[in-house]
Nanobody, 115 residues
Protein backbone atom coordinates (compact mmCIF):
# COMPACT_ATOMS: atom_id res chain seq x y z
CA UNK A 1 0.00 0.00 0.00
CA UNK A 2 1.32 3.41 -0.95
CA UNK A 3 1.82 5.90 1.84
CA UNK A 4 2.63 9.57 1.45
CA UNK A 5 4.13 11.50 4.36
CA UNK A 6 4.92 15.21 4.43
CA UNK A 7 7.38 16.80 6.83
CA UNK A 8 9.33 19.99 7.41
CA UNK A 9 6.60 22.42 8.35
CA UNK A 10 6.94 24.94 11.13
CA UNK A 11 7.00 28.58 12.08
CA UNK A 12 9.06 30.95 9.95
CA UNK A 13 9.34 34.72 9.77
CA UNK A 14 8.23 36.66 6.71
CA UNK A 15 10.99 36.65 4.13
CA UNK A 16 12.36 33.39 5.44
CA UNK A 17 12.73 29.98 3.83
CA UNK A 18 11.55 26.49 4.56
CA UNK A 19 11.91 23.15 2.79
CA UNK A 20 9.15 20.59 2.89
CA UNK A 21 9.64 16.93 2.11
CA UNK A 22 7.22 14.36 0.76
CA UNK A 23 8.23 10.75 1.14
CA UNK A 24 6.43 7.99 -0.73
CA UNK A 25 6.62 4.41 0.45
CA UNK A 26 7.59 1.89 -2.17
CA UNK A 27 9.21 2.70 -5.48
CA UNK A 28 8.20 5.70 -7.56
CA UNK A 29 8.15 4.15 -11.01
CA UNK A 30 6.55 4.63 -14.36
CA UNK A 31 4.51 7.64 -15.29
CA UNK A 32 3.51 9.71 -12.29
CA UNK A 33 3.14 13.20 -10.96
CA UNK A 34 3.85 14.60 -7.53
CA UNK A 35 1.85 17.65 -6.64
CA UNK A 36 1.92 20.12 -3.78
CA UNK A 37 -1.27 21.73 -2.56
CA UNK A 38 -2.12 23.96 0.37
CA UNK A 39 -5.14 24.91 2.38
CA UNK A 40 -5.26 28.08 4.42
CA UNK A 41 -7.69 28.47 7.32
CA UNK A 42 -11.19 29.05 6.02
CA UNK A 43 -10.18 28.61 2.40
CA UNK A 44 -10.36 25.88 -0.18
CA UNK A 45 -7.38 23.72 -1.00
CA UNK A 46 -5.35 25.19 -3.82
CA UNK A 47 -2.75 23.82 -6.16
CA UNK A 48 0.82 25.00 -5.56
CA UNK A 49 2.93 23.13 -8.05
CA UNK A 50 3.81 19.82 -9.63
CA UNK A 51 6.69 17.70 -10.82
CA UNK A 52 6.40 14.88 -13.33
CA UNK A 53 8.44 11.70 -13.61
CA UNK A 54 10.62 13.32 -16.28
CA UNK A 55 11.39 16.28 -14.03
CA UNK A 56 9.09 18.82 -15.60
CA UNK A 57 7.76 21.35 -13.10
CA UNK A 58 4.96 23.86 -13.05
CA UNK A 59 3.80 26.37 -10.44
CA UNK A 60 0.85 28.50 -9.58
CA UNK A 61 1.25 32.19 -10.22
CA UNK A 62 1.11 32.91 -6.49
CA UNK A 63 4.36 31.02 -5.82
CA UNK A 64 6.18 31.17 -9.14
CA UNK A 65 9.70 32.49 -8.67
CA UNK A 66 9.63 31.83 -4.92
CA UNK A 67 8.97 28.10 -4.63
CA UNK A 68 10.80 25.24 -6.32
CA UNK A 69 9.99 21.54 -6.51
CA UNK A 70 12.67 18.89 -6.87
CA UNK A 71 12.83 15.14 -6.52
CA UNK A 72 15.25 12.50 -5.35
CA UNK A 73 14.06 9.27 -6.92
CA UNK A 74 16.63 7.23 -5.03
CA UNK A 75 14.95 8.33 -1.81
CA UNK A 76 11.39 8.32 -3.21
CA UNK A 77 11.15 11.88 -1.96
CA UNK A 78 9.97 15.16 -3.42
CA UNK A 79 10.88 18.53 -1.97
CA UNK A 80 9.21 21.92 -1.92
CA UNK A 81 11.74 24.69 -1.35
CA UNK A 82 9.91 27.82 -0.25
CA UNK A 83 11.73 31.15 -0.27
CA UNK A 84 10.65 34.73 0.40
CA UNK A 85 7.75 33.45 2.45
CA UNK A 86 4.78 35.72 3.09
CA UNK A 87 2.09 35.59 5.78
CA UNK A 88 -0.39 34.58 3.07
CA UNK A 89 1.64 31.40 2.51
CA UNK A 90 0.43 30.19 5.90
CA UNK A 91 -1.42 26.93 5.31
CA UNK A 92 -1.38 23.19 5.68
CA UNK A 93 0.69 21.85 2.80
CA UNK A 94 -0.26 18.55 1.23
CA UNK A 95 1.52 16.26 -1.18
CA UNK A 96 -0.28 14.13 -3.74
CA UNK A 97 1.25 11.20 -5.60
CA UNK A 98 -0.74 10.45 -8.73
CA UNK A 99 -0.17 7.31 -10.77
CA UNK A 100 -2.63 6.16 -13.37
CA UNK A 101 -6.13 6.63 -12.00
CA UNK A 102 -4.96 6.55 -8.40
CA UNK A 103 -4.25 9.53 -6.16
CA UNK A 104 -2.46 9.16 -2.85
CA UNK A 105 -2.55 12.05 -0.40
CA UNK A 106 -0.52 12.74 2.68
CA UNK A 107 -1.97 14.18 5.87
CA UNK A 108 -0.24 17.51 5.46
CA UNK A 109 2.26 19.63 7.33
CA UNK A 110 1.53 23.06 8.78
CA UNK A 111 3.50 26.09 7.67
CA UNK A 112 3.02 29.31 9.62
CA UNK A 113 4.59 32.53 8.40
CA UNK A 114 4.52 35.15 11.13
CA UNK A 115 6.82 37.56 12.93
Amino acid sequence: QVQVVESGGGLVQPGGSLRLSCAVSGSIVGVYTMGWYRQAPGKQREWVGIITNDGTTAYSDSVKGRFAISSDNAKNTVYLQMNSLKPEDTAVYYCKYARGVMDYWGKGTLVTVAS
